[in-house]
């Protein structure tokens, strides 16, 4: 049992499962905590195999539990979290809470990477700010949260071949290297390459285009290609859009795969979700899952149309999160 300062590790984790967050005070210390942890952790944070790696989650608490019984809990199984783990779902502060113990209690076993909804300007749009405040009944823990989201690692990379990010790659980022040069400890830039690491999506393109989120760009096989082979990369492995099947390969070369974790998204979707597993010879499978039974009804669509054109969230109207044409993460 790990024991930090009056709180007990395992029993914080077994109250979360049975739905009972964290005290205030609890969760400050907890943020406390796992900052310290981050800041040891260079923004490309160096993963070894074997390893699963897990798409968005997005609020789905109870389905998160599930992957974990699927994949194996840590510390049996290694993790690396691409992001997007609030926002949509109903449960964004057990699932950030029980993440967020689970890395301080296992820090050599999890790693957890940003994705654009780790930011003030999404998550006070899309869910995890009036989750908060209606759970805590003020904003305070909403702060800490953000503020923890400043010090996440923003990318990792698997043994040097699978180089792992929320969103996709930019124009201003070609080699690894260039990564750990970006300042991290900041609100998610609007432009720039920390921006289009968390907002960038691939399309079957040439080249580089404007992405429609409003945020980070569109790109094709051509760049993949080149981006792997100037860093010795295998694959890029990313989340940040809804794949029905639970997966999706990119391109002629299949050098790029995109990994969604958050089954029935919206509670309304009924696509599966996938992880990943990488086994210490670099070999790559999928566990697929579906949702569990106790995933709530979404009660507030408009709180799940996906955002368009602005950055941030300047919500389009749509009849559903699930049909929009990227179904973005």
């Avoid at 205030?24 to 907890?30: D, I, N, S």
């Avoid at 790029?256 to 670099?282: F, Q």
């Avoid at 919500?315 to 929009?324: G, I, L, M, P, V």
Wanted: hydrophobic share 35%; net charge negative.
């Amino acid at each position: 049992i790990i024991i930090m300062g009056d709180l007990d590790i395992d029993q914080a984790l077994a109250n979360l499962r049975e739905g009972k967050i964290l005290s205030e005070k609890q969760l400050r210390a907890v943020c406390e905590k796992v900052k310290e942890i981050f800041l040891q952790e260079p923004n490309l944070t160096p993963v070894r195999a074997p390893v699963t790696l897990v798409g968005d989650i997005h609020g789905q608490f109870y389905d998160f539990l599930e992957l974990l019984k699927k994949g194996g809990e840590p510390p049996a199984t290694n993790y690396v979290f691409m992001g997007d783990y609030v926002d949509r779902g109903h449960h964004s502060v057990e699932t950030i809470e029980y993440l967020l113990l689970l890395k301080i209690k296992y820090p050599s076993h999890i790693t957890v990477i940003r994705g654009n909804h780790e930011s003030r300007q999404v998550s006070n749009t899309y869910g995890l700010y009036e989750e908060t405040n209606r759970k805590y009944g003020n904003p305070n823990p909403w702060h800490m949260f953000t503020d923890v989201f400043d010090h996440m690692p923003i990318s990792a990379v698997v043994d040097g071949a699978i180089f792992c990010v929320h969103g996709g790659l930019s124009p201003k980022v070609k080699r690894l290297d260039q990564i750990n040069t970006i300042d991290r400890r900041m609100e998610i830039p609007h432009e720039g390459g920390f921006c289009d690491l968390m907002w960038s999506d691939p399309e079957e393109i040439d080249d580089w285009r404007i992405n429609h989120r409003g945020a980070g760009y569109i790109f094709g096989g051509p760049v993949v290609k080149e981006f792997n082979h100037i860093n010795g990369l295998e694959l890029v492995a990313r989340a940040h859009q809804l794949v029905n099947e639970g997966y999706k390969f990119w391109f002629q070369d299949q050098n790029l795969v995109t990994v969604w974790s958050a089954p029935n998204y919206c509670y309304r979707c009924g696509n599966e979700a996938s992880i990943m597993v990488v086994d210490s010879n670099l070999n790559r499978s999928f566990t697929m899952f579906t949702a569990v039974s106790d995933s709530s009804k979404v009660q507030n669509i408009q709180a799940f149309l996906p955002y368009f054109l602005q950055p941030y969230g300047r919500r389009k109207s749509a009849s559903s999160a699930c049909t929009w044409p990227a179904q973005w993460g």
